[in-house]
């Protein structure tokens, strides 16, 4: 079945697809698409492939072969430059990405080697690639950068970004991903490299490593321990399902206009408070423990140089390319919460693969 994508793709390149973003990327384009998936990624810490091979048994011989994984650490240029051959495609969704803001003050390296060494690898390999592709499919390629709002630095308590706002990157993850991104239109200007870029805000939803907000709020409130609320909570993040990501990623890649990027938001602006105590509500209906889980609730050191707002004006997005996310924020999050409450077997074996075990990072010590 096709329901979104030309004909004329049919190889696609997703880098992070072992990753919780490139993971619902993957299962989308193996049950709406017939095109063949190769998956880029080191397997890193926040890895896991549950989802995908969950979806292969789902489909079972409409995807045999479908899904291709490529082990490779992009900091790698021969590996790289290796997988992207093998690939050979004809859209390439770049996701690959250390994603942490508080692993990135503890040890920015890092990032500075996956996100900005390793996206320069990737441009070199896709470059080489599309240089050498027929005329034909070198005119309909392209590369869709996948990027976050962090880059833009923070907002007070008016106003939103969008795709004119200036970069200020303030923490280590943002400012290599700002940086990647410069690369990445530095390679459409100088190596005319078809590009699209897309900068969206916060996303949630099934299948994420429970070291984020959301997952770390619902594993702690369901097992009854502290909740940790950093600083006085009032931060204000742009929350958006990762399904309604998707659907957005997929319409840009194939109908963004190049050269251009598009902010992505769901409208869905809510403080880390409002965040956590909807979650202890949600759980309050769900699983009854005596007392409201909101009592759990501790407030922690704040992170370091905490961006205070963020907040996006997806205009050209939703006007260009008619999108729209499809989730409210009260529905994303019921969903999300009844999906972990199904599947704390998942979250335990991941914590235990990676050795996380839902300590507090990112505080600069040292
Ligand atoms: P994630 O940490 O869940 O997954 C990232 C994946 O990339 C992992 O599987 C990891 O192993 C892989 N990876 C990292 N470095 C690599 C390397 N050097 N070589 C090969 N693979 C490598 O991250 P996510 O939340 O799914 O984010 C995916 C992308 O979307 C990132 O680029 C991130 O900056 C961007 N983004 C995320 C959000 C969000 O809220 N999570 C919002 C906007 C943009």
Request: with cysteine.
């Amino acid at each position: 079945m096709r329901t979104m994508f030309p004909d004329s793709i049919q190889r696609v390149l997703v880098t992070g697809g072992a990753g919780f973003i490139g993971g619902a990327v993957v299962r989308r384009l193996l049950r709406e698409t017939d095109v063949v998936v190769f998956n880029i990624d080191k397997l890193g810490y926040a890895s896991d492939l549950s989802g995908i091979d969950q979806t292969l048994t789902d489909l079972r011989q409409e995807v045999q072969g479908r899904h291709q994984l490529l082990q490779v650490d992009l900091v790698d240029p021969a590996a790289t430059a290796a997988a992207v051959r093998q690939a050979d495609p004809d859209l390439v969704l770049h996701l690959a990405a250390e994603s942490h803001v508080d692993r990135s003050i503890d040890g920015p390296e890092a990032f500075l080697h996956s996100n900005v060494i390793g996206t320069f690898h990737l441009l070199q390999a896709l470059r080489q690639h599309w240089e050498s592709l027929p005329l034909e499919r070198q005119q309909r390629f392209r590369l869709h950068h996948i990027s976050t709002d962090e880059v833009f630095g923070s907002l007070g308590p008016n106003g939103r970004f969008s795709e004119t706002t200036s970069y200020d990157p303030r923490s280590p993850y943002s400012a290599s991903k700002a940086a990647s991104d410069h690369f990445v239109q530095a390679w459409h200007h100088t190596y005319g490299l078809p590009v699209v870029l897309t900068n969206c805000s916060n996303n949630y939803g099934p299948w994420q490593f429970p070291e984020k907000l959301i997952p770390v709020v619902i594993l702690k409130a369901l097992a009854g321990e502290p909740i940790p609320l950093y600083g006085d909570g009032c931060n204000v993040r742009d929350w958006l399902f990762v399904e309604d990501h998707v659907d957005a990623l997929l319409l840009v890649a194939t109908h963004g206009e190049l050269g251009r990027n598009y902010c992505v938001g769901g409208s869905g602006e809510r403080s880390n408070k409002e965040v956590v105590h909807a979650i202890c509500s949600q759980l309050d209906g769900l699983r009854p423990q005596g007392e409201p889980h909101s009592n759990l609730i501790v407030s922690v050191a704040d992170r370091p140089g905490h961006d205070r707002r963020y907040a996006i004006d997806p205009s050209r997005i939703s006007g260009e390319l008619n999108w729209q996310p499809r989730h409210s924020f009260e529905d994303g999050m019921a969903a999300t919460v009844c999906w972990y409450m199904d599947h704390l077997d998942w979250c335990e074996k991941v914590q235990q693969q990676s050795g996380y075990g839902g300590e507090r990072i990112g505080l600069r010590r040292g």
